[in-house]
Nanobody
């Protein structure tokens, strides 16, 4: 059974940093493309960053140069380092993967941006 569990959300000041983590079980993590998405209030969920099994990464334009997605294949952990956080980065962050033809989501972790 696939489980994705996010952690690390919280309150961060504008311009600050925060690191999110996602622990994955039930998949061969090293072979999986992993993604971070976010959803702000009254907005659609959007893709933030993606990392492939080969280690390639891609980012939404809105976070390019500020966020870093990384993976630890030994610990089966996905991370999102958020730097120079802006108010518009607030929302619930989800990790996601598509495995065996199904897309799985974690429960999400809340990021609040406020001074």
């Amino acid at each position: 059974q696939v489980h994705l569990v996010e952690s690390g959300g919280g309150l961060v000041q504008p311009g600050g940093s925060l690191t999110l983590s996602c622990k994955a079980t039930g998949i061969v993590f090293a072979r999986a493309t992993m993604e971070w998405h976010r959803q702000a209030p009254e907005k659609s969920r959007e893709l933030v960053a993606i990392t492939t099994s080969g280690g390639s990464t891609n980012y939404a334009d809105s976070v390019q140069g500020r966020f870093i997605i990384s993976r630890d294949n030994v610990r089966r952990r996905l991370s999102l380092q958020m730097n120079n956080v802006k108010p518009e980065d607030a929302g619930v962050y989800y990790c996601s993967t598509t495995w065996s033809g199904r897309t799985f989501w974690g429960q999400g972790t809340q990021v609040t941006v406020s001074s």
